[in-house]
């Protein structure tokens, strides 16, 4: 499964509450996926296994990825790739499958907030995935964005990010099925994490465990010692930062959120303050940071469906007998039980 969402909407609390499930491994954010489906062509016809061995041994050694923190043997890696199917997603695939192998869970799952806009691509590399859509007031999302140091831009772009994944999840709960997207609402999940919790397990079609409530353990394994931003993860769930944006956001910002995100925030069940009027000043620049914004990505999907004419090789995973099966490929009598499980 994937995790997914606007930057700082409590995806990585989300992410722990998972990995805490004894079923189910969620590494950090990796960072090179995505990098490696825009790099297809260049990495060649993964359908010969020194093709595989390459696109192997650059996640394994660029120092771009963070391959590294997944605490996997490189040799290992390259290895199991070598000899794997030959597809992209499946060489991608391997490097989740074995850090499910270090802690004897069957599942895995990745998490990456971007990734919402991205469900397209990750369909075609996982075509049995599930996508867990985790929603938190837009307002507190721009307020945390501000204060991040790898958030380099300003007020008018962390609006912006917020809006597109709303967006984006808009479009997904038109068209995807019912046992593929679930959205969750972070207000709710840190309110009653059993509940929720429970509720999302019922759509994953796995057990309930205590252990996903306190994911305070997993911490120490599954977030990075450097992302000191993620600290709170560290302690108990808690709301202490729910509505924090009342007092983290300057008066022009709270005016622009509820001026320009006030009907997605409503739509979410999130009250308005009734703030007055945002500037035409600032709307109009939020409005030109949208439209330049809007215009890129049109632009990356253009060039992605030129490429897509172009692929030398296949994208779907075939590591699961569900993959197998939607590839049209025969099952494999080595199957086991598990592997015969929805691994994402």
């Known amino acids: 499964m994937f995790v997914v969402g ?7 609390m989300l992410q722990l509450m998972l990995h805490s499930h004894p079923r189910i491994a969620v590494p950090p954010e990796t960072r090179y996926l995505v990098p490696a489906y825009q790099r297809r ?56 499958r074995m850090y ?22 990750l369909l075609r590399l996982f075509p049995d995935a599930q996508f867990i859509h985790l929603i938190r007031d837009g307002r507190d999302c721009v307020a945390s964005l501000k204060e991040m140091p790898w958030f380099t831009h300003n007020s008018f772009h962390a609006v912006s990010t917020w809006a597109e994944a709303m967006d984006a999840g808009a479009k997904l709960r038109r068209t995807m099925a019912a046992d593929s997207y679930y959205e969750l609402r972070y207000e709710d999940l840190t309110d009653d994490p059993s509940t929720e919790l429970k509720k999302l397990c019922v759509f994953l079609e796995e057990d309930f465990d205590e252990a996903m409530i306190s994911p305070r353990e997993a911490a120490s394994v599954a977030v990075p010692v450097h992302k000191v931003w993620h600290s709170n993860t560290h302690g108990d769930v808690t709301r202490a930062r729910v509505g924090s944006w009342a007092a983290r956001l300057e008066n022009w910002e709270i005016a622009l959120c509820e001026d320009v995100l006030g009907d997605r925030l409503v739509s979410q069940g999130y009250e ?73």
């Open 6 to 12: 606007c930057p700082r909407s409590g995806t990585t």
């Open 41 to 96: 062509r260049m990495f060649g016809d993964m359908r010969l296994a020194q093709r595989r061995q390459a696109l192997a041994e650059w996640i394994a050694g660029d120092r771009t990825t963070k391959f590294h923190e997944l605490k996997i043997d490189k040799d290992e890696f390259v290895r199991q790739c070598v000899e794997g199917p030959g597809s992209l997603g499946s060489v991608i695939g391997t490097t989740f």
């Open 100 to 121: 499910a192998d270090r802690f004897d869970k069957p599942r895995w799952g990745d998490k990456r907030p971007s990734y919402v806009k991205q469900v397209d691509m």
């Open 272 to 344: 308005l303050t009734g703030a007055a009027p945002a500037a035409k000043a600032h709307l109009a620049a939020c409005q030109k940071t949208m439209q330049k914004r809007r215009a890129s990505r049109l632009r990356k999907n253009m060039r992605d469906r030129i490429n897509r004419l172009r692929e030398p090789s296949p994208v779907a995973a075939l590591l699961t007998s569900g993959q197998r099966a939607i590839a049209g490929v025969p099952r494999q009598r080595i199957d086991s039980p598990e592997m015969a499980d929805r691994t994402l």
